[in-house]
């Protein structure tokens, strides 16, 4: 029986690149020079901190930040961005989490949507992916194209496509 599997996934190893191209220009910005600007990568925790001594350099930091990524592929809406805070110092951070994998809410809003699409798919959850298997291979296409279409807030790849 024909199947595939719904993830979001995100690649470390462009994010990584992404993040020392936006340091590397940030270096050379005039815009920046003498703040300070830090952007730094925990991976344990899978966040980036943007640390700089103004609100308006934070933005300015980030949207560096979004173009490189978007440059490399890395989909935006697998980020959650955090509040603009205080650092101390006269210095202010935003911490921005990188999402990886669909969450249970997501997943059970993927699962009505396709349910209620009328088509003749089983569905079902596992894990952070969402498995959906049916009896012609142009019908999972057809899913394909019908989640592309909708809006669930995360970006979705579609893998293990098999026969």
């Known amino acids: 029986m024909p199947s595939f599997d719904a993830v979001s996934e995100l690649d470390f190893q462009e ?3 992404a993040l020392d191209q936006a340091r590397r220009e940030i270096e ?9 600007t830090v952007i730094d990568y925990n991976e344990k925790e899978k966040t980036l901190v943007v640390n700089t001594s103004t609100a308006e350099k934070v933005e300015a930091a980030i949207d560096i930040l979004q173009s490189k990524l978007i440059k490399r592929g890395v989909p935006l809406r697998n ?13 202010v951070r935003q911490s921005i989490k ?20 009328g088509s003749k798919l ?22 394909m194209a019908f989640l592309k279409a909708n809006d669930f807030g995360v970006s979705l790849q579609y893998k293990n496509f098999r026969d």
């Open 15 to 17: 994010v990584s690149n």
């Open 28 to 36: 050379t910005r005039y815009d920046f020079k003498d703040t300070n």
């Open 79 to 91: 980020l959650d961005y955090g509040k603009v805070e205080p650092a101390g110092g006269q210095r």
């Open 98 to 117: 990188l999402l990886e994998g669909i969450d249970q809410e997501k997943a059970k809003a993927i699962v009505k949507k396709i349910k209620d699409s």
């Open 122 to 143: 089983q569905v079902s959850i596992q894990g952070d992916c969402v498995r959906i298997s049916g009896k012609k291979r142009d019908d999972l296409q057809e899913m």
